[in-house]
Nanobody, 127 residues
Framework: QVQLVESGGGWVQAGGSLRLSCAAS????????MAWFRQGPGKEREFVSAISRSGISTYYVDSVKGRFTISRDNAKNTVYLQMNSLKPEDTAVYYC????????????????????WGQGIQVTVSS
């Protein structure tokens, strides 16, 4: 079984930065592409970012491009989400997820395709 644990969330004012970490247990981490989803108050869970197995390819929802950066360190079994220039609309519970399916534009945003999920971590951005 693979377990994912997020850390690094918290409260910041608009324009501030946070870095989320997702630590994974299990031998299969390097064989899985990883992603971040978020769910704001009163909203459905939405795709934020994804990264390929090697870490070479990255993907972002338009609303965070230029502000968020996803990365991974397979030696440490960890994926990161650096969040800069945070906005109040970024307020949400952020979830780390992993999967072994073919990473396509359609599939990466489908939360049901992912095999492993973290418990979620709160990010609050005040105006």
């Amino acid at each position: 079984q693979v377990q994912l644990v997020e850390s690094g969330g918290g409260w910041v004012q608009a324009g501030g930065s946070l870095r989320l970490s997702c630590a994974a247990s299990g031998r299969s981490f390097s064989a899985s592409h990883m992603a971040w989803f978020r769910q704001g108050p009163g909203k459905e869970r939405e795709f934020v970012s994804a990264i390929s197995r090697s870490g070479i390819s990255t993907y972002y929802v338009d609303s965070v491009k230029g502000r968020f950066t996803i990365s991974r360190d397979n030696a440490k079994n960890t994926v990161y989400l650096q969040m800069n220039s945070l906005k109040p609309e970024d307020t949400a519970v952020y979830y780390c997820a992993g999967g072994s399916f073919v990473l396509t534009g359609q599939a990466m945003g489908d939360s049901q395709r992912y095999d492993y999920w973290g418990q979620g971590i709160q990010v609050t951005v005040s105006s």
